[in-house]
């Protein structure tokens, strides 16, 4: 649902349907136009993604509450509240919840990255 505010259009994700992906995860599409996507997402403990990178689409990850592992490269970060990293393009990488306790965070992509996704080999 949205509204109109001084001609801007307010988001409340409250009234989005969630979409369910994974392992019982689920994530809001809060803005999905081709040139940008802006996905909030919940994880359960013990979830992951699968591997994959994107050809065109830059993404920021920022992390809204719990604490997330995003590995790039084989390279492994932890995120905790009000940590964000960028991927660009073409580095393969994966969001997991190695935690104990639900993760939400923003995935942020410039353009969408709906049509863009390859699986990486593990």
């Not at 995860?25 to 809060?30: E, N, T």
Request: negative net charge; aromatic residues 8%.
């Amino acid at each position: 649902m949205a509204w109109f505010l001084g001609g801007q259009r307010m988001i409340n994700k409250d009234a989005i349907a969630p979409r369910p992906w994974g392992s019982n995860c689920f994530s809001w599409d809060l803005v999905d136009r081709p040139d940008m996507l802006v996905v909030q997402e919940a994880m359960p403990p013990g979830t992951s993604e699968l591997r994959h990178f994107h050809t065109k689409a830059r993404q920021f990850f920022f992390v809204l509450s719990g604490e997330l592992t995003i590995e790039v490269e084989g390279e492994r970060t932890k995120l905790a509240v009000h940590d964000g990293i960028e991927i660009v393009p073409g580095r393969s990488h994966q969001v997991l919840n190695e935690s104990d306790r639900e993760a939400t965070f923003l995935a942020i992509a410039c353009p969408t990255t709906k049509g863009d996704r390859t699986l990486s080999p593990r």
